[in-house]
């Protein structure tokens, strides 16, 4: 997957983020070795901190993987290669994981979750684009629904890198 700002404003003026599910030709995100934690104490305002570190352990439990930085603000979880079947163009991406951008926390876990919609409609206030997921902060979601998604994604993905 892979994010980039729309061209395009929307009725309210907001430039929107898309992703996507097959990352860019030139994929620039990559595994570093910056500390999560780091990179989570320097989340501002302090509630997106606070929900980035509930997301952190939440990924961690369901995922059984460590998070590690993908890039410098992707929080990932596991990994796969792939190839594209369009192009030439193949690279290790995260399983799944979240962001938190500065509109919205942004979590990589729309794959595998196209039959969702009956939680989706049970998740409260969210928007979703191309693969992701975007919540405003925690307190607005059912963090269960949160973590079913989560835990479909991941298992989808899982299987998608056998």
Known sequence: MYCKLDTKENATDERQEICYNTPMSDLKTKPTSQSVKEFLNKVEPEEKQRDSFALLEMFQKITGEKAVMW????????????????????????????????????????????????????????????????????????????????????????????
């Open 71 to 162: 890039g410098s603000s992707i929080v990932g979880f596991g990994s796969y290669h792939y190839k594209s079947e369009r192009s030439k163009q193949e690279g290790d991406w995260p399983l799944t994981g979240f962001s938190p951008r500065k509109q919205n926390l942004t979590l990589y876990i729309m794959a595998g979750n196209k039959d969702n919609q009956e939680l989706l409609d049970r998740l409260g206030k969210h928007k979703t684009g191309g693969g992701c997921l975007y919540i405003k902060r925690l307190s607005d979601v059912d963090q269960t629904v949160i973590g079913k998604l989560i835990e479909k994604s991941f298992h989808h993905m899982e299987k998608t890198k056998e």
